[in-house]
């Protein structure tokens, strides 16, 4: 790749995309790591593999500036909830060798957590908007990632400072359920939950 076509990449990616280190870093800084990802890119791409890479809008940070934007600080599995401290699992008959859930309305559309840790909401809010789409035919519903950053602190989670999704599960037992994204929109960032809690409060295990 020549520098000027390297530079209209460039370009086309800042017009595409609003990256969270424009302004942050220096352009020289941007332009070297983008020219890293581009690299690790290209070297995928000529590959054999079961899914392609590409363009995004941190396309332009290191993986440690992604760590600290997203504020992606490791937290030890608290083994305190009932999830968590089963000796085994039971098989539930023969298993098949591949499975692809996108085939069978099992997977719900890509979010966006913005400049928030809360990557443990999404992953739960994604396994109960799955498990609504495989019980009811597809039929989609969006929840709120927002409650559980707010309300579900009384289960050892940290809002936008991190939390686990075995947790989260079990703040949604003892509550009762959880609401719609519609009810409560997401925010990306702490704010004062507006859920009554009283309902599980002499439940928490």
Not at 111 to 120: F, L, P, R, V
């Amino acid at each position: 790749m020549t520098h000027d076509e390297f530079e209209v990449m460039f370009h086309a990616f800042e017009r595409d995309f609003e990256s969270p280190n424009k302004g942050v870093k220096s352009l020289d800084h941007r332009k070297i790591v983008f020219a890293e990802s581009i690299d690790r890119i290209i070297e995928h791409n000529s590959k054999q593999g079961s899914f392609k890479k590409g363009i995004n809008s941190f396309s332009d940070m290191t993986d440690a500036e992604f760590s600290a934007h997203f504020n992606l600080e490791q937290i030890q599995e608290d083994q305190h909830c009932s999830a968590t401290q089963r000796q085994s699992i039971e098989a539930l008959g023969e298993t098949p060798s591949a499975w692809n859930w996108r085939e069978h309305a099992g997977v719900s559309p890509v979010k966006n957590q913005g400049h928030c840790g809360s990557c443990w909401t999404f992953s739960t809010v994604g396994a109960l908007e799955a498990h609504t789409m495989i019980k009811y035919d597809g039929e989609t519903e969006f929840y709120a990632e927002q409650q559980l950053v707010d309300c579900a602190g009384d289960f050892d989670n940290h809002g936008c400072n991190g939390g686990l999704p075995s947790h989260a599960f079990e703040y949604v037992k003892y509550a009762g359920g959880i609401s719609t994204e519609a009810a409560y929109p997401y925010s990306a960032k702490d704010e004062t939950c507006t859920v009554k809690t009283d309902t599980y409060a002499l439940s928490v295990p």
